[in-house]
């Protein structure tokens, strides 16, 4: 179906204006050494209901509408970000492993994970907030989003962070990001599973349990979606590099031949459609997808770098921008909840993390660090709240309550981290051999994957 000019002329506005004020608003959060993708959701959320919407409410529903050609379009190139993020995620989780500083990073990954993932499961036994649910009304999704919110961390901010400090290349870089590589695959899996209980009751009837006839209601339906999520997960990261290199030796290879990045986006669009068929939301298939072609392809890979940079260009920051233009802080924001939900996180996120670090033999200040850096919630919070609210699981409190929340925690990091490194004492509490708070290297690749 063709646009009209009139339609194409509202599309190009709109993509036009969340482009300048994602990339304005990102420029400007880093100038002041903080997450770009802040700056990205704070244009999205000038140009929504907060502030563009409240003083201009005709012009922003004219430009942004709720329904029609300009919201599907600008729904599809959203969805496109999402995938393209999460590919991008993926691919880089093959530079965080190190070897050594095991013990710590083992016992913060305990500790900063299940501490926390329990506490959010048992806080909500004593107290209701079924209030914030959202249409699905599934008490078992909500708990474990709940939970996957107190205990998530961001690798991409807290790594970007890092590399504007110098301290990409320390022992406390590698701590941090080995756990939170650990930790944020686990709690994908479980994102994915709290995902797959409502995805049947969205009333779309595709993919194979829909076509076995299956009850969205039954427990044979949850036994499945839990089943084919960790067994998604753990084919294809096992045998995932096996099939990929004999993709690029087969039939196939002629694409790889003519264009690497299509063989790759192809890839990851066949694992997005292999989510959607088993009943897997298909975010995780982009993910595992770029963890794929990470642990596979050349670590200069320009095929990968090509699409993380085009991606990162327009699709990533197009997305954060829909993600603040949601976000309605006059009729959403429950401060008195908000605070409370804020508190309860940070404090059980960072004394278990704390306990952690101490218990792996770190001093006081080193365990401090780590607890903080721990708490920065950034991108994965934010896909958290936003695929959440889409699959309907939380309200428009709780959605706005969680991207405030990566909001804070990222930027209270970022800060907390920067006064550390220039105050020049060590951020382990241990002073290290080798400076780990030199001059910040060039930008090479992990610094612009890293870039959100």
Known sequence: MSLTTAEIARVLLALGLLMVAAHACGALFARFRQPPVIGEIVGGLVLGPTIFGAALPDVKAAIFP??????????????????LLMFAAGAEL??????????????????????????????????????????????????LVFAIAIAVTSIPVISRIMLDLGILEGAFARIVLTAAVIEDVALY??????????SETQGDDFGLAALVGMDPASGLSMAYHVLITLAFFGV???LGPRIFKRALASRFNALQSRSPVAFQLVFMLALTGIC?????????????????????????DKARESIRSFAF????????????????LIDDFNPLFFVAFLAFACTIKSLSVYVGGRLAGQTRSGAGNLAVAMNARGGPGIVLASVA???????????????????????FAGSWLERIV????PLLGVAPAKPEFAEAPGRGALGRGLSH
């Open 276 to 300: 959607l068929f088993a009943g897997i939301t298909p975010l995780f298939g982009a993910f595992v997808a770029g963890m794929v072609v990470g642990v596979t392809a050349d670590k200069e």
């Open 94 to 143: 093959r530079s965080v492993f190190h070897r050594g500083e095991r013990k710590t990073a083992l016992f913060i990954t305990l500790a900063g994970t299940l501490v926390p993932f329990g506490a959010g499961l048992l806080v909500l036994q004593f107290i209701d907030l079924s209030r914030f649910q959202g249409a699905a009304a599934n008490d078992t999704s909500f708990l």
């Open 236 to 238: 294809f990261l096992w």
């Open 189 to 198: 899996v479980v994102l994915a599973i709290a995902l797959a209980l409502v």
């Open 389 to 411: 609210f889409d699959a309907k699981i939380i309200n428009d409190e709780f959605y706005v309550a969680l991207v405030m929340l990566a909001v804070v925690t990222s930027m």
């Open 66 to 83: 709720d329904e029609g050609t300009t919201a599907s379009v600008l729904g599809a190139i959203y969805q496109l970000g999402l995938f």
């Open 422 to 425: 220039k105050s020049g004492r």
């Open 313 to 328: 260009a327009f699709f990533i920051p197009v997305y954060f921008a829909i993600v603040g233009l949601r976000l309605d």
